[in-house]
């Protein structure tokens, strides 16, 4: 009789995410769990065919003692790109604790764009050791992109790419992709360039799939070059990207050389990052990430708070000149933080429009005057509408119509000064050379808490006669 054969048990794995995204609490446990033990089959299981994403959340949500351990147990398999996904800081502190000969043969595997935004944090010492572990190819490209100024096209570019000569065929291109071996992963175009290297144009995939075997490269070429500097600032790349919907564009030196490609998923990341980095200036918080420390984040908000702390001693003067006012009729006192609030939301309300146009160059010279009238007007007219509401409330509630025409005069004017201060401030800081997006808030509410007070304090004073 034969013997019946037994299945191998069937290992139920985890989900990794959640229906809203996150990585699932078993999952983050089962891997923890697997650190703990050493068990690098169960690691491996878990983890080794992980997206980076995934894997970069993961990173994230284990412990500091944990990341080490999880990198070294997945060893060979572990991908090194998800570092791209991680918080500076947590990228930082994880190559710090892993030696440097292991993440310079990593890093001989990845894309040049990755490889520099891994390397680029970290102290020039580990630079230069880790650089000094690489084929004198890779290291050569990696300097050479390391030396272009952070936050450019040249950080972000990857020096693979294809380039063909003017006189090839469609034919000898296509012959070439197939039997080359050190091609990028992916790409989208050809690039076409002069004995010097220099670019005279790009042949998109679909043309060259499209056109006979016979016909030249260069009949089928772009005629518009849409490359851009290595030394330009990455938000103008990305918003070239966008007024254009360019899926990847040449980067070219000084002399016009080709020497790197971007592709949309690099500008992806640049448009999150500055529109983060924009977010978090309009709050004072700098370039702060979620994984900092106490100390760092405390000193980091310190500054822009000492700044508000002398604007706000800047208002409190001016109320201080009212003191008699004030203590005449203590309604004023209950009613001036609503002049003072009502102002600062509007000021804010148009200075973020006004940066976003600055940053996204739809705000300029051509349209200012027009930008500005509108906003005096929405602000004119909604400080009418909140006048009416405000007046008749300070009315009802103090029993007297002469404290609801002072405040609903007050607010009108403390309205338009807003939708003055939100949009010239920001062009002034700009014409300045400040950035807008750090600076405008401080101002914007200082003139709307100062103009604020004044009016309504001083328009109670001539109404009902106090001493000033």
């Known amino acids: 009789m034969q013997a019946e054969a037994i299945a191998d048990p069937v290992i139920e794995l985890p989900p990794v995410r959640d229906d809203d995204g996150y990585l699932t609490k078993a999952f983050i446990a089962a891997v923890e769990a697997a650190i703990e033990a050493e068990d690098r089959s169960a690691v491996l299981l878990l983890a080794s065919n992980l997206h980076e994403a995934d894997t970069g959340d993961l990173l994230e949500a284990l412990n500091a003692g944990e990341r080490a351990a999880f990198v070294r147990l997945l060893g060979s398999e572990f991908d090194y790109t998800a570092l791209t996904e991680t918080d500076e800081a947590i990228r930082v502190k994880l190559l710090e604790d892993l030696p440097n000969e292991v993440i310079a043969e990593a890093l001989g595997d990845l894309d040049s764009d990755d490889a520099v935004y891994i390397l680029e944090d970290l102290d020039a010492q580990d630079r230069d050791e880790i650089l000094g572990g690489l084929s004198y190819a890779d290291r050569a490209q990696l300097k050479k992109a390391l030396d272009y100024p952070e936050e450019s096209a040249g950080r972000r570019m990857q020096t693979e790419f294809i380039a063909v000569a003017p006189f090839w065929t469609v034919g000898q291109t296509i012959d070439y992709m197939r039997e080359a071996r050190d091609l990028p992963d992916s790409f989208y175009e050809i690039f076409v360039v002069d004995p010097a290297f220099r670019l005279l144009g790009s042949v998109h995939l ?29 938000e103008e790349v990305a918003r070239k990207f966008e007024r254009y919907n360019l899926i990847s564009s040449a980067v070219v030196d000084e002399n016009g050389r080709l020497v790197g490609v971007l592709t949309v998923d690099d500008i992806v990341d640049v448009i999150q990052e500055e529109a983060e980095e924009d977010l978090r200036a309009l709050a004072g918080v700098g370039d702060e990430e979620i994984s900092d420390s106490v100390l760092t984040i405390a000193r980091g908000r310190l500054t822009w708070l000492v700044v508000n702390l002398a604007t706000a001693v800047l208002a409190s003067v001016v109320i201080a000149l009212f003191e008699d006012t004030i203590e005449a009729m203590v309604a004023l006192a209950v009613l001036m933080p609503i002049v003072a609030s009502m102002g600062g939301n509007a000021g804010t309300q148009t200075m973020t429009v006004a940066v976003r146009g600055l940053a996204t160059q739809e705000l300029g010279a051509r349209n200012m005057m027009r930008v500005l009238n509108r906003e005096v007007l929405v602000s004119f007219l909604n400080g009418i509408a909140l006048a009416i509401l405000i007046g008749i409330t300070a009315w009802l509630w103090f029993g007297s119509p002469g404290l609801g025409y002072v405040i609903a005069g007050a607010i009108i004017i403390n309205m338009v000064f807003a939708g003055l201060s939100g949009l010239l401030i920001p062009i002034a800081l700009e014409k300045l050379n400040i950035d807008p997006a750090i600076a405008s808030s401080v101002f914007v509410t200082t003139v709307t808490d100062v103009v604020g007070f004044f009016a309504f304090l001083g328009i109670a004073a001539l109404w009902f006669g106090l001493p000033i």
């Open 206 to 234: 679909d043309k060259i799939l499209r056109a006979k075997r016979h016909e030249k490269v260069t009949s089928i070429m772009a005629d518009r070059l849409d490359s851009v500097e290595a030394t330009d600032d990455q």
